[in-house]
């Protein structure tokens, strides 16, 4: 398919504006173009074409099972859309005076309130845009709380499992401290012995997701907690697989004194495309005053923004945090009002389901009834039949499924990451396991058919690594390379998405 820079046909226009006789506003040259943009310029009817040829070239969750393990990419309810788009929220601007926008700030005063109950820990600000914001928010305020308690020239290092997610070193180390990495014990749990050994008076904190990647609960983390917080050192929870245990077990009961929402995906929120996400953080009394301004308070029946923190690490984000993505979580939470924990208990029961019918066919690196996700392996099918956990993603998208996440986490060899969420329903998930199984008997009996895959899907098998190093992005006019002779030809370039 043609790019729309290619279309282009000098002099065409979608639309024609009525000219107006108006006064050309004053510049200073050195703010002057040089040249006008290099805009397409195409017809309305061939706009309209090329767009929605290109939407329907995409898979997103609209159009198919989406099990990316560690993104829940769970539906997005259409009743947050109409909400969102009510004219008092729609158009409010982010400079609007706060009596002028007092629905507003309720409705985030409210989404801070149902957040410090999800966490268990009663302070909480809105302001970060997605997790890994959350992550280096969060890790700012140990600084500050470490540095106003003389601490924060001792305390350097965070203890971070095998298992993390990348984005959890990244924080760490751009929070300016150092990645204390700890082992993975047989059982999936982090390895308490390891752990011991490596936390004393330098350790600032753990950083963990609990459920893990792994799709597992830590089975030791109140013993994880006492050992922390016995050395002064503060427990961080990445929340981004919260979707196991809501309104079941809370984050600050486990000992956390720091939590981050990823409110994209346990609250749904279109984000398959890298955007928009929600962060917020929830914290302990003590970390309170260090939190970014402003925070929203409530003074009887008004609302409004307080900048009074004199402790407070500064701002994280522009305005007050996100809003469509407030709005959208909080419509989501409401929806399934006081009976939040059966979101969670139907994500962890769907999980379970799929496991229970996968795990003899593939690796099962570790036994356990499973939370929200889990991982298997494609160790054996690699070994016996040379298919790998990329093939078998990449043949999943024959059968109309979006791959899971795979090689990740780390710890696990040819792993392939599945979460189902709580929208699927029970046909949906058999067609999966279906398609899962006949994979694997393929592997046996046509294991080509599992090398070329896809075969249907609008772009075929990619150059992984042509992908990842040269990935064409941006069209350069003249200087645009002609990658289409090459093999894994230049259009057809993708880079492989994490979790
Ligand atoms: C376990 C885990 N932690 C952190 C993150 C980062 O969250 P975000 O993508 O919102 O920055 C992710 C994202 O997938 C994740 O899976």
Redesign the pocket.
Same mark, same amino acid.
């Not at 997605?130 to 914001?133: E, P, T």
């Given at each position: 398919m043609k790019l729309i820079y290619e279309k282009s046909q000098e002099g065409r226009r979608a639309s024609s504006l009525p000219a107006r006789e108006l006064a050309v506003p004053e510049l200073p040259d050195e703010l002057r173009r040089e040249r006008p943009p290099r805009l397409p310029e195409i017809s309305e009817p061939e706009l309209v074409r090329h767009f929605t040829r290109l939407s329907t070239r995409t898979f997103g969750i609209d159009t198919g099972f989406y099990p990316l393990g560690?993104?829940t990419m769970k539906h997005n309810p259409r009743v947050n859309e109409r909400v969102v788009n009510l004219p008092g929220f729609r158009d409010l601007h982010p400079l609007q005076e706060e009596d002028g926008a007092q629905g507003a700030l309720e409705l985030m005063w409210r989404l801070q309130e149902i957040l410090a109950e999800v966490a268990g820990l009663p302070a909480v600000s809105l302001q970060p845009a997605? $997790?890994?914001?959350g992550?280096l928010t969060g890790l700012m305020l140990m600084r500050a709380y470490y540095a106003d308690r003389g601490e924060g020239e001792t305390r350097r290092k965070i203890v971070i499992p095998d298992t993390a997610?990348g984005?959890?070193p990244a924080s760490v180390t751009m929070a300016g401290y150092e990645v204390t990495p700890v082992q993975t014990d047989p059982r999936g749990n982090i390895d308490v012995d390891d752990l011991r050994a490596k936390v004393d008076a330098e350790t600032a904190g753990l950083m963990l997701?609990n459920p893990s990647?792994l799709g597992l609960f830590d089975e030791n983390i109140e013993e994880i907690a006492a050992i922390f917080h016995g050395a002064g050192a503060l427990m961080y929870y990445?929340g981004?697989?919260l979707n196991a245990v809501c309104g079941i077990s809370r984050p600050g009961d486990m000992g956390f004194d720091i939590v981050h929402f990823?409110l994209?995906k346990t609250f749904s929120q279109p984000h398959g495309g890298g955007g928009p996400?929600g $962060?917020p953080i929830a914290v302990r009394d003590r970390l309170e005053p260090f939190l970014p301004v402003p925070a929203i308070v409530r003074d009887g029946d008004e609302f409004r923004f307080d900048y009074d923190r004199p402790k407070t690490i500064g701002k994280v984000r522009g305005f007050s945090g996100p809003f469509g993505v407030f709005v959208r979580s909080y419509a989501y939470i409401r929806a399934y009002g006081p009976g939040l924990r059966e979101m969670s208990e139907v994500a962890v029961l769907n999980a379970n389901y799929l496991l229970a019918q996968l795990k003899e066919a593939y690796d099962l690196p570790f036994d356990r009834l499973c939370m929200h996700e889990f991982v298997l392996s494609a160790r054996t099918l690699k070994r016996r039949h040379g298919i790998t956990a990329l093939d078998v993603a990449k043949r999943l998208m024959d059968y109309d499924f979006h791959p899971p996440t795979v090689y990740f986490p780390l710890n696990v060899p040819e792993a392939l990451m599945i979460e189902p969420t709580e929208t699927e329903a029970k046909e949906t998930l058999d067609e999966f396991v279906a398609a899962m199984l006949e994979i694997v008997r393929d592997a046996s009996e046509r294991p080509e058919v599992l090398k070329e895959a896809p075969h249907d899907r609008p772009v075929g098998r990619v150059d992984e690594v042509k992908a990842a190093k040269r990935a064409v992005v941006r069209y350069l006019f003249e200087d645009h390379p002609d990658l289409s002779h090459e093999p894994g030809s230049g259009r057809q370039l993708e880079a492989q998405k994490g979790?």
């Open positions: 560690s993104c997605a $997790g890994s914001q992550e997610h984005t959890n997701t990647t990445d981004a697989n990823n994209h996400g $962060g979790a």
